[in-house]
Structures are given as structure tokens and as C-alpha cells.
């Protein structure tokens, strides 16, 4: 069965940085396309960044385009989102995925397959 925990996430002043860690294990990590997601109160699931296998491919949303980094090391089972420039606007529950199919990228939340528990992040301003 595969498992996805992140950890990372905390309280942060607007103009602050993050980084969150996803840690895979029950499966072939270096199989799977990686996205992050994040859930504010009320609202759908929000696409923000993927990742393809072997790390050269990525996406982002617009709305943090230059502002996070996707990453991953296989070697690690390990995917990292480094979030700069944080506004009050990011605050959010936010998750990472897994997905078995995709050989590049998705922006697709149906298609993702695994989701870990979720770490809150929150930007006072």
C-alpha cells in the first residue's frame, strides 16, 4: 500500500518561505508523477505544481508561478515544494499526490492516485 506523508508546514509572515517534504513509501516512488495540491476552508482541491518521474518535466499554476519550486530525489522517495514570497492568499491545507499513469505531468486532480494527510500552512499578513 502506498503511503505519502508530508511535513514542513507551519505559520509564516507574508513575505516568508516554506519548504514542505512528501515522503513515499509501499511503492516504486521513481514510478510515479508527483503534484501538490492545497484546500483552503470551503473550497475545492487547488492544483499548484507536478512533477514528472525522472524530474525534467514540471508545471505550476499561475498563481505561484515563480514563486514555488517543485522537486523531487528518487533516491529518497522524497518531493519538495519550496514556497517563497508567501502571501496571506497561499494559507491552506496542502497535500501532495501521486500519480501511476502520467509519464510527464498533470493538472488533473481525478487523475492522481495516492494523497498523503495533508499539512497546514498558514501566512498572517
Known amino acids: 500500500q502506498v503511503q505519502l506523508v508530508e511535513s514542513g508546514g507551519g505559520l509564516v509572515q507574508a513575505g516568508g518561505s516554506l519548504r514542505l517534504s512528501c515522503v513515499t513509501s509501499g511503492g516504486t516512488f521513481s514510478r510515479y508523477a508527483m503534484g501538490w495540491f492545497r484546500q483552503a476552508p470551503g473550497k475545492e482541491h487547488e492544483f499548484l505544481a507536478s512533477?514528472?518521474?525522472?524530474?525534467?518535466?514540471?508545471s505550476y499554476a499561475i498563481a505561484v508561478k515563480g514563486r514555488f519550486t517543485i522537486s523531487r530525489d528518487n533516491a529518497q522517495n522524497t518531493v519538495y515544494l519550496q514556497m517563497n514570497s508567501l502571501k496571506p492568499e497561499d494559507t491552506g491545507v496542502y497535500y501532495c499526490?501521486?500519480?501511476?499513469?502520467?509519464?510527464?505531468?498533470?493538472?488533473?486532480?481525478?487523475?492522481?492516485?495516492?494523497w498523503g494527510q495533508g499539512t497546514q500552512v498558514t501566512v498572517s499578513s
Open positions: 512533477i514528472s518521474r525522472s524530474g525534467t518535466s514540471t
Open positions: 499526490a501521486a500519480d501511476a499513469d502520467t509519464l510527464l505531468t498533470t493538472v488533473n486532480v481525478r487523475l492522481y492516485d495516492y
